[in-house]
């Protein structure tokens, strides 16, 4: 059962533009999600969270967007650079009433910027 | 370096044989987990300590995978009679939740076990 679903396997962009990442999640009672980003042969990094109060989160050039009706979340990269390439990857968690408060993982989307 | 230690970073072993992975968390951290990471998946959850106390397993976490984190610092991860199926990336990451919500996990760059 993924609880946590990133549908795009893959994504190239060119430089400069935008990059758009998506997540989707079917147990309602995640409360708070992040974006992790993975070189290969490297751990995962954290990138930028957002709690399922709000429904905007911008750090720099990341902006996470959170539409809980839709339980969808996505990551915008704005303007995109040739060393965001990388594997993304979307988590999830909850407190609370049979939630858990360890992270569900995606499987993730390689993101190629080109030059 | 402050960050989250793996050893070995690589492992490469014969079906049959057992294997033992050592994680030392950021020192100030008192919750610690295990993941696995196969390729094309995300990371699963495998287990994770908070302190000394081994509080949740998964059910990927087999009879044959044992950890433990004896006083609260590192922890060990050891897999015994390794089979081909656990040939993966063992990822250990680190918290200090503090009584937050937002828990961020910062992970260490894992051990990648071959079982030939």
């Known amino acids: 059962d993924q609880q946590v679903k990133q549908n795009s396997p893959s994504l190239s962009v060119q430089e400069g533009r935008i990059s758009i990442l998506n997540c989707d999640y079917t147990?309602?009672?995640?409360?708070?999600f992040l974006w992790y980003k993975k070189y290969p042969a490297e751990g995962p990094t954290f990138l930028i969270s957002?709690?399922?109060?709000?429904d905007k989160n911008e750090d720099g050039r990341f902006t996470v967007f959170l539409n809980k009706s839709a339980k969808h979340l996505s990551l915008h990269i704005v303007p995109s650079q040739p060393g965001d390439s990388a594997v993304y990857f979307c988590a999830a968690s909850g407190i609370g009433g049979g939630a858990t408060n360890k992270l569900i993982f995606g499987t993730g989307t390689l993101l190629a910027v080109q030059p | 370096d402050t960050g989250v230690s793996q050893n070995p970073r690589h492992k490469i072993t014969k079906r049959g044989q057992n294997v033992t992975f050592r994680c030392d968390p950021i020192?100030?951290?008192?919750?610690l987990y295990w993941y696995r990471q196969t390729l094309g998946q995300g990371p699963e959850f495998l287990t994770y300590f908070q302190n000394e106390a081994q509080l949740e397993k998964s059910r990927l976490l087999s009879d044959r995978f044992s950890a433990e984190r004896p006083k609260g610092s590192f922890s060990t991860l050891e897999i015994q009679r390794t089979e081909q199926g656990d040939s993966a990336m063992y990822l250990c990451?680190?918290?200090?939740?503090?009584?937050?919500?937002?828990?961020?996990?910062?992970f260490g760059s894992g051990t990648q076990l071959s079982v030939l």
């Open positions: 990451a680190s918290s200090d939740p503090s009584g937050t919500l937002d828990e961020k996990l910062f």
């Open positions: 957002i709690s399922s109060i709000k």
């Open positions: 020192s100030e951290h008192n919750r």
């Open positions: 147990n309602s009672m995640f409360d708070y």
